[in-house]
């Protein structure tokens, strides 16, 4: 797949679950996958865990799953200090959860990352 430009967490989801090559991120979104892929490993490992939790509580609970919910989620704390703060973990659970599970934040790793000159984030498969 060639390029696909995306604006919020479902589109970005979609993307890397579809392996499209370069995925253009427009808004918030772009910052927030910066973050996530600055993350060490051994970080990773407990934001994933963290983040998987939430992403299980969410799903397993009717309702808007808007940014309330989120942060209710029992492991919303430790997501936002092990990915450097609420709104990254918010985001990262976000996009998660339009996946249907953390799956999508794992393969972000598959990709390198570029800030654009016009504030967008470029995403290139490896």
Known sequence: MARKVVNNAAGLAEAVKDGVDEI??????????????????????????????AVGALLATPGTAGTS??????SFGLAAATLGGGGVAVGAISIAVAAGGVGVLTRLRDYEVQKLADGKVLLKKR
């Open 24 to 53: 253009v991120i427009e808004g918030k979104y772009g910052d927030i996958v910066i973050k996530v892929k600055a993350t060490g490993s051994v970080a990773w490992g407990v934001a994933i865990a963290a983040i998987g939790i």
């Open 69 to 74: 919910a989120i942060m209710a989620a029992p």
